[in-house]
């Protein structure tokens, strides 16, 4: 039976065509499980993942492997991404039990969902062999196969506890985290690690708030260094602006090709922000052209930001992206083909696989001379034409709350920093104009999305699709990144029902999910019973749901002035501070915003009659402190609280500075605006 044509999920629905008799998730399932006394087969993937492919064509595409597992388990397809809550239970079954995880995940549970044995990917002869055996254990070991499901959810249970030791998150500890990634860094290739080796966006923002607060070059060199080495590497798409997911070796040349929404978010932010404080034109272009590829490759018009870019094309990786130095002279003649093929290290040999390469960006050319920019940009423009006659990769189109919102976040920082960053005297600021409308549109029709189409009756939702909204209900991670995302655009916009809302999901977070000692659980407190209640502290591919709800707590408590949501901020980051001593690398969100709390954050009201022009504002969205508000317009307009009772100083813009709802006297002048800044 094809239970999966109806599903919401794009994963789910390149299976709907197995021989297996795949099940969505549902109590259903296990009931069904239960009445056949069988065990449940949890197969967990996303639809970019290429070994999730690799094992859907060897094994859930073969007649005799769906023979076995429909005769023996009742089997269920997950999308982890559509379903968070049940991938991080089973994650942690699967590293309780072999010590490492990753997808596709296949997990054998009994009727009740307790995981019982656990793994990642299998060839097909030894799924084949697996599949047989756990049938067998089931029919001759049950006893066995029970007591290790007990331990394993014991252990599961251990490993989401709350409530455990806190502290406050404070100065001392901050830079000694700072100095532990620094101990951690790799000096050559950037980053940190060896392979393969993941972009560390979170990081890299930690990073820069802590420099901008100590002054710490280290702290500087380590981001600019490795977001140059990423730029410059195969992991970004050298034609089309964009990152891979990761780099299948230490130093950045070979990717593994999906490019994933929030990835792309993140970095966003980290090239925003790296061009804003230094005015580095690498990290201005890899902004720009990063806000190009969410706007014109993600976004979905009329509705927010699709998920990811498949890793493959048509099931062969990198089949769209690499080329040979013949291919380079057939796309481009002779002269401008070397040149390229010098200019993008494409060799003979290659970098990649059949002798194919990946391109990657040999030199500096940001600062190079205006006739070499001139023929690289006609070569880049040439290429990407010629690259668009080949097959390309699909297009995970659902649309998931939490990434959305860090999506917007990134497009609303972007917005402020290219308003007080580019002159008409630019030699791409047209190019600039026309990106950042674009942008624009997309971030605000996504904010749309969220706010009518995946909040329902005050709750939120996790995906949809086609306009569509799905039924999985929204995680801690989508609460925090949708108000974080509802604050960066009330400060942008200046409209005061994002910051009505923001505060709305706040509430709801911080009534639906808080746990014992200022923690908060990954799932609401009415939300479907899994055999765990997640509660993930730590940073990974994403902000936790922690982190990202930290954050929302505390740009809408300066925005608004009320304290009791800075106190919950406090209170949150006292449960993760003692991971960010141990393990920063899998803190940096959250020591991201505890160096917000320790630099007021401030708050910066800007009234004028002019928030697009005035002068004020550019210099306050250009030096404003690590995690400062920042919000401009009309004294006392409605639904601004930064706005009001502040008129202007006789008759002119006025910029008022508080820091820790403690505030300055007004001032009119830029020179004023910055001395209090610094």
């Excluded at 954050?601 to 550019?618: H, K, M, N, R």
Aim: charged share 20%; hydrophobic share 45%.
């Amino acid at each position: 039976m094809n239970r999966l044509v109806d599903a919401t999920s794009p994963y789910l629905l390149q299976h709907a065509d197995n021989p297996v008799d795949w099940w969505q998730w549902s109590d259903e399932a296990f009931a069904e499980a239960k009445r056949r006394d069988v065990p449940v087969l949890i197969s967990v993937g996303y639809a970019a993942c290429h070994w999730c492919h690799v094992m859907a064509h060897e094994s859930f595409e073969n007649a005799q492997v769906g023979a076995l597992m429909n005769d023996n388990f009742v089997s269920i397809k997950v999308d982890r991404e559509e379903r968070p809550d049940v991938d991080a239970v089973y994650m942690t079954a699967t590293q309780a039990m072999t010590g490492q995880g990753g997808w596709p995940m296949t997990v054998f549970a009994t009727p009740d969902g307790t995981p019982f044995f656990c793994g990642t990917y299998f060839p097909r002869p030894n799924f084949i062999q697996l599949l047989e055996s756990v049938a067998t254990a089931w029919r001759e070991q049950r006893e066995a196969v029970l007591g290790q499901g007990a331990a394993v959810v014991e252990a599961i249970g251990g490993a989401q506890a709350v409530g455990g030791p806190t502290a406050p998150l404070d100065a001392p500890l901050l830079d000694a985290a700072a100095a532990k990634l620094a101990s951690e860094y790799d000096a050559t290739n950037g980053g940190f690690g060896g392979a393969p080796k993941f972009p560390p966006h979170m990081n890299l923002l930690f990073l820069l708030r802590h420099h901008q607060r100590t002054g710490d070059p280290t702290s500087l060199e380590i981001t600019r260094h490795t977001a140059e080495a990423m730029a410059r590497g195969g992991i970004y798409d050298q034609l089309a602006g964009g990152f891979a997911r990761y780099s299948v070796d230490a130093h950045w040349t070979v990717p593994h090709f999906e490019k994933m929404l929030y990835d792309n978010a993140l970095l966003l932010r980290v090239y925003t922000q790296l061009w804003r404080l230094t005015g580095d034109p690498l990290a201005r272009r890899v902004a720009r052209d990063t806000a190009r590829f969410l706007a014109d490759e993600l976004h979905r018009p009329g509705q927010g930001f699709a998920s990811a870019l498949d890793a493959d094309t048509e099931g062969v990786e990198g089949l769209t992206y690499a080329w040979t130095p013949t291919q380079l002279v057939e796309a481009l003649g002779e002269e401008d083909g070397r040149f390229a093929a010098d200019l993008f290290t494409v060799t003979d040999k290659g970098t990649f696989e059949h002798g194919m390469s990946v391109l990657r960006l040999a030199r500096d050319v940001d600062d190079a001379a205006p006739e070499v920019r001139a023929r690289w940009q006609q070569v880049v423009g040439q290429l990407l034409a010629a690259r668009d006659t080949r097959p390309q990769p699909a297009l995970d189109d659902k649309v998931v709350a939490a990434w959305n919102g860090l999506a917007i976040t990134a497009l609303a920082e972007f917005q402020q920093v290219a308003a007080g960053n580019v002159s008409p005297q630019d030699a791409d600021a047209n190019l600039m104009d026309g990106i950042t409308i674009v942008a624009d549109g997309a971030m605000r029709q996504a904010a749309e999305h969220l706010a009518t189409v995946h909040l329902v009756d005050g709750r939120l939702r996790r995906v949809s699709r086609d306009g569509k909204v799905g039924e999985p209900a929204g995680v801690l991670e989508d609460y925090g990144c949708v108000a974080e995302a509802f604050c960066a655009l009330h400060q942008l916009t200046g409209e005061g029902r994002w910051l009505t809302v923001a505060g709305e999901l706040l509430d709801t977070a911080l009534a639906r999910f808080a746990a014992p000692g200022g923690a908060f659980y990954d799932t609401a407190d009415d939300a479907e019973r899994l055999v765990a209640r997640p509660a993930d502290p730590t940073d990974n591919a994403t902000p936790s749901g922690r982190s990202a709800l930290i954050a929302g707590l505390v740009a809408y408590s300066a925005l608004t002035g009320e304290t009791r949501y800075r106190e919950a901020a406090e209170a949150a980051l006292g449960t993760v501070a003692p991971i960010v001593g141990q393990h920063p690398r899998f803190t940096g969100y959250a020591a991201m915003v505890g160096e917000a709390l320790l630099s007021g954050p401030y708050e910066i009201a800007v009234v004028t009659d002019d928030p697009a022009g005035d002068p004020l504002v550019t210099a306050a969205r250009r030096h404003a402190p690590p995690g400062a508000v920042v919000v401009a317009g009309r004294p006392d307009q409605p639904g601004v609280p930064l706005l009001a009772d502040r008129p202007l100083v006789e008759g002119r813009s006025a910029a008022y500075v508080c820091r820790g709802f403690v505030c300055q006297r007004p001032v009119t002048s830029v020179e004023e605006l910055i001395a209090e800044l610094g």
